[in-house]
């Protein structure tokens, strides 16, 4: 079988989106014809990377058995809506033209989203190449861009954008998704077949806990890790009220590792705190080490981000075996995750001293977490394998592909 993935992040991106395409793409790659269209590699420090930079505006390379053809896109330093809106159009247009250089006429397309674009470019290929599509949404972009503030709820933008949205998931093949509620957000949105399919996390991803700490960590603090992108899903106005009413002589260090929009304002905001730190991102090869190192995790999630968005650094944070402490809607998959499954401590209701009360908690009697976190790694390894979710793709991908054959 020949298969195109359209996705705006991939190789050498190892967080997030770009992490997952490019784990998919190898997998598949060990049965079948694997060609990628994607952009210059840039996230999450926005920016396209330095290797990258002198490069041209189109781009033919391979990594193992993955043919890739990139294109160069607009990169904002400070990703606006509408700066984003430019990313997603310069990247569309080379894309577009990257479909005509792929040397293998693809049997099935598998477009990302984000962006909604990757989608349209698919459809595209459906009626030029007579391919079959499968649209996999990693973020309901229009709906985070609304639940964070981004684009206004009663715009006429927004209106044109969901019509798009409608039309382009109504002519897919196959539609996924990454968690249970964005699933049911997507059968409310169009009636094409749908298909689960969740993150995934590696099975020789967590080990021993290392002997030493990792170097970021403070071996004579207890250490409470965030680990990801910086953005504008966080909730980092409650954080800083966190981390503003412990004392210093607590012995207690957040750590922030990672890049995003949010983090330079989020710098200044701590720039008095002596209590938080800042980091760049670790190459994947040392994240296990980095999350199992740790004493705790944390994810300050907004209120009203419920359901267009599943955090993927959620799987890490459960799988390293120590306790993860998150914030959000009391809606939320997350928090129905933490609850049914007794997996780690989910707090809605937004309140800075609460969360300082389950701090010291975790501080001082650890103990009395060993059982949640027992249950995050059990629940994590049976549902969420990389071997395991990635064969079930596989197969009911060739399923999908020998079904529309016929």
Not at 19 to 38: C, E, G, N, P, R
Not at 156 to 185: A, Q, R
Not at 344 to 356: H, Q
Request: glycine letters at 4%; charged letters at 25%.
């Amino acid at each position: 079988m020949k298969i195109t993935i359209i996705s705006l992040n991939f190789y050498p991106e190892d967080t997030a989106i770009g992490l997952y395409s490019t784990q998919m793409a190898d997998f598949l790659a060990k049965k079948h014809d694997i060609q990628v269209v994607t952009a210059f590699p840039y996230y999450p420090q926005w920016k396209i990377y330095p290797d990258y930079k002198k490069k041209g505006l189109f781009l033919k390379e391979k990594n193992a058995d993955v043919q890739i053809y990139r294109s160069r896109q607009y990169v904002p330093a400070t990703p606006t809506f509408l700066k984003r809106i430019i990313l997603m159009m310069t990247f569309s247009f080379g894309a577009f033209y990257n479909l005509f250089r792929l040397k293998h006429k693809p049997d099935v397309i598998i477009a990302v989203i984000p962006f909604t674009s990757s989608a349209a470019l698919a459809l595209f290929s459906k009626w030029i190449f007579k391919s079959k599509t499968w649209i996999h949404i990693q973020d309901f972009e229009f709906d985070a861009a609304i639940e964070s503030g981004l684009m206004n709820k009663k715009s006429l933008i927004k209106s044109f954008l969901v019509k798009i949205e409608k039309f382009i998931l109504d002519k897919s093949d196959c539609n996924s998704t990454i968690s249970h509620s964005m699933l049911k957000k997507l059968e409310s949105k169009s009636k094409t077949k749908t298909y689960f399919l969740p993150n995934w996390i590696d099975d020789n991803f967590v080990g021993s806990i290392p002997e030493r700490k990792h170097s970021y960590l403070d071996p004579s603090k207890f250490n409470i890790l965030y680990s990801g992108n910086i953005g504008e899903k966080q909730d980092w106005e409650l954080f800083s009220k966190v981390v503003k009413l412990i004392p210093e002589n607590e012995n207690i260090k957040f750590i922030i590792v990672g890049d995003g929009a949010r983090k330079k304002r989020l710098e200044e905001e701590c720039r008095d705190i002596k209590s938080v730190e800042f980091f760049d991102p670790v190459p994947f090869s040392e994240l296990s080490s980095l999350l199992l190192s740790t004493d705790a995790h944390f994810l300050f999630q907004k209120n009203d981000v419920v359901d267009t968005v599943m955090p993927s650094k959620i799987l890490g944070m459960l799988a390293s075996g120590k306790i993860s402490l998150v914030t959000g809607n009391k809606e939320s998959e997350v928090q129905s995750i933490f609850e049914k499954h007794k997996t780690g401590v989910f707090i809605s209701s937004g309140k800075a001293e609460e969360i300082v009360d389950i701090i010291f908690s975790i501080k001082n009697n650890p103990s009395n977490f060993e059982n949640l976190e027992r249950n995050a790694q059990s629940y994590v390894h049976e549902n969420f394998s990389k071997e395991n979710v990635l064969s079930k793709f596989l197969d009911t991908l060739e399923e999908f592909n020998i079904a529309h054959e016929k």
